[in-house]
């Protein structure tokens, strides 16, 4: 069973960096598309969707994030990044990554998710 892993997180002064990573437990080989994504979850709030990447490498982002954050992927399946600049308060939020065969979109299912990493900004 593949398990994703996440790093990277911490805390930070607004304005400042961090990269998120997320790892496949074991090597992973698919026929086909798929979707790597990652969501944030902030106390109190829903989920939302922050960056998506298909594996032919489009991506496609969340408007609150455009501009400050890039998603990439690696050589190899369900390994992918999380670049994100000019940090803001409000992107304080546990951040997930999740992978599953297939074409990206915000409200499709994903077959596997990581634990989680907390990301804190302080303004």
């Known amino acids: 069973q593949v398990q994703l892993v996440e790093s990277g997180g911490g805390s930070v002064q607004a304005g400042g960096s961090l990269r998120l990573s997320c790892a496949a437990s074991?090597?992973?080989?698919?026929?086909?598309?798929?979707?790597m994504a990652w969501f944030r979850q902030a106390p109190g709030k829903e989920r939302e969707g922050v960056a998506t990447i298909e594996s032919d490498g489009s991506t496609s982002y969340a408007d609150s994030v455009k501009g400050r954050f890039t998603i990439s992927k690696r050589n190899t399946a369900y390994n992918f990044d999380l670049q994100m600049n000019s940090l803001k308060a409000e992107d304080t939020a546990m951040y997930y990554c999740?992978?599953?065969?297939?074409?990206?979109?915000?409200?499709?299912?994903?077959?596997?998710w990581g634990q989680g990493t907390q990301v804190t900004v302080s303004s």
């Open positions: 074991t090597s992973v080989y698919i026929y086909g598309s798929y979707c």
């Open positions: 999740a992978a599953g065969g297939g074409r990206c979109s915000w409200t499709r299912l994903f077959g596997y």
